[in-house]
């Protein structure tokens, strides 16, 4: 079936290092969106991708799609202790099903 | 403020008993998921619904079964078919157009067992 593969699973960075996790879907998307869950917390939409090749920026944030649309990486530059959470990307299919990849777990060491 | 609130914050549930989780919009959105995570894990899709009276089951609906009587509510009920109900439910709704919408969440269910 049709999957979203999210890596890594985990990823501890030391704080003002930068950070990146990365969706790769088996099937052509026609969009993907990014979502962050703070611990204890629900998901909080951040950004949705469309176009093949995108990329958008908000503040240490930036978010790619891929050419082939069948990726998608998030960066984060400099974290800080704020952006510790789980980061979803979520990719839409074309007969409009989302499907969610298992997310990345970013811990902060000060 | 609009929002989605979902109710209760934890419930729990004895061998045998049919739970109902609550949820409500007030953003006027038209669709309406109802998703499971387990520790760890990612979001799995129970159910979801387009428009009042009708929805759709997702990938793990079995156990579980909804209703979609007003725009505003769908809430879920966890029946006793499922055999391990425990988790964080979060409902989340968006609008409907050309391709999926972003999805607004609620503050999530967490499900015991007694």
């Known amino acids: 079936g049709q999957q979203v593969m999210q890596i890594p699973q985990y990823q501890h960075v030391q704080e003002g290092e930068d950070f990146t996790t990365y969706c790769n879907s088996s099937t052509t998307l026609s969009n993907i969106q990014w979502y962050k869950q703070r611990p204890g917390g629900h998901p909080v939409f951040l950004i949705q991708?469309?176009?093949?090749?995108e990329v958008k920026k908000q503040k240490r944030l930036t978010f790619q799609f891929g050419e082939a649309k069948k990726n998608s990486s998030l960066h984060i530059t400099a974290t800080q202790t704020t952006d510790v959470g789980t980061y979803f990307c979520a990719g839409s299919t074309r007969d409009d099903k989302i499907i969610f990849g298992k997310g990345t777990r970013l811990h902060i060491l000060p | 403020d609009g929002g989605i609130t979902q109710s209760p914050k934890y419930l729990f549930r004895k061998e045998g008993q049919n739970v109902t989780l609550s949820c409500e919009q007030n953003l006027n959105h038209d669709a309406m998921y109802w998703y499971r995570q387990d520790p760890g894990q990612g979001l799995r899709l129970i159910y979801y619904?387009?428009?009042?009276?009708?929805?759709q089951k997702g990938d793990i609906a079995e156990g579980y079964s909804v209703s979609r009587e007003k725009k505003e509510s769908f809430p879920l009920t966890v029946t006793s078919a499922q055999k391990n109900p425990t988790a964080f439910y979060l409902c989340a709704s968006s609008m409907v157009g050309q391709g999926n919408q972003p999805q607004h969440f609620g503050d999530g269910t967490r499900l015991s067992i007694l």
């Open positions: 991708l469309v176009k093949s090749g």
């Open positions: 619904s387009q428009i009042v009276n009708d929805f």
